[in-house]
């Protein structure tokens, strides 16, 4: 070996290079607390949260997949209620400002 150090740097390099590949094949796609999370995310979230939810319910083995089904839905119900009435609430309050400033 004639240049050791040499060989050490181009290693060292190469070897954080390939883990900021691999950091950036697994990152999770977005934190908690972002405003919008991802479908996938959400469906995690409330899967994980009906499960803990039946469980605690003591509900038999066979009938948890439909509990667990039911509960999913009201929670995408409820949600999809919600970012609607949050639309209707910002677009009221668009309306009430424009009128204010036509008057």
């Given at each position: 070996?004639?240049?050791?150090?040499?060989?050490?740097?181009?290693?060292?390099?190469l070897?954080?290079?390939?883990?900021?590949?691999?950091?950036?094949?697994?990152?999770?796609?977005a934190?908690?607390?972002?405003?919008?999370?991802?479908?996938?995310?959400?469906?995690?979230?409330?899967?994980?949260?009906?499960?803990?939810?039946?469980?605690?319910?003591?509900?038999?083995?066979?009938?948890?997949?439909?509990a667990i089904?039911?509960c999913?839905?009201?929670?995408q119900?409820?949600?999809?209620?919600?970012?609607k009435?949050?639309?209707?609430?910002e677009?009221?309050?668009?309306?009430?400002?424009?009128?204010?400033?036509?008057?």
């Amino acid at each position: 070996m004639r240049y050791p150090l040499a060989y050490f740097h181009i290693s060292l390099a190469l070897l954080l290079f390939a883990g900021d590949a691999v950091m950036a094949q697994t990152a999770t796609p977005a934190s908690p607390t972002s405003a919008s999370l991802s479908k996938r995310v959400l469906r995690q979230q409330d899967r994980q949260e009906c499960t803990k939810h039946v469980v605690d319910l003591n509900i038999t083995k066979r009938n948890q997949a439909d509990a667990i089904r039911k509960c999913m839905a009201d929670r995408q119900a409820a949600r999809k209620a919600a970012a609607k009435k949050k639309t209707s609430d910002e677009l009221h309050i668009k309306q009430s400002f424009l009128i204010a400033d036509n008057s």
